[in-house]
Nanobody, 119 residues
Framework: VQLQASGGGLVQAGGSLRLSCRAS????????VTWYRQSPGKQREAVAS???????NYADSVKGRFTISRDNAKNTVYLQMNSLKPEDAAVYRC??????????????WGQGTLVTVSS
């Protein structure tokens, strides 16, 4: 199983980006998916998560600006980021709890995608 994160880039403050986290390989089911971010000198922060039942959770710092969603047919989770602020700049990574065979579950990490926000 592999997770591919994409969609990062450079955007002006107030702008938007959409990150994607796509899972591929031997997948029976995807449970919870979480987007994390980390910037230099700061601890890793859970930004948003979504369960298989579409229950979402957001860090207070992004509530009202970020939206997490999933497309089960594409094994993909999206993070729509609006009204971006310079403090949102970070490397974003996704983590997914995946079952390859409905009898065991594993956590997988995607590679980071860099989000840069200019003021």
């Amino acid at each position: 199983v592999q997770l591919q994160a994409s969609g990062g880039g450079l955007v002006q403050a107030g702008g938007s980006l959409r990150l994607s986290c796509r899972a591929s390989g031997s997948i029976f089911s995807i449970n919870k998916v979480t987007w994390y971010r980390q910037s230099p000198g700061k601890q890793r922060e859970a930004v948003a998560s979504i369960t298989s039942g579409d229950i979402t959770n957001y860090a207070d710092s992004v509530k009202g600006r970020f939206t997490i969603s999933r497309d089960n047919a594409k094994n993909t989770v999206y993070l729509q980021m609006n009204s971006l602020k310079p403090e949102d700049a970070a490397v974003y990574r996704c983590n997914a709890n995946i079952s390859p065979d409905d009898s065991s579950w594993f956590d997988y990490w995607g590679q980071g995608t860099l989000v840069t926000v200019s003021s």
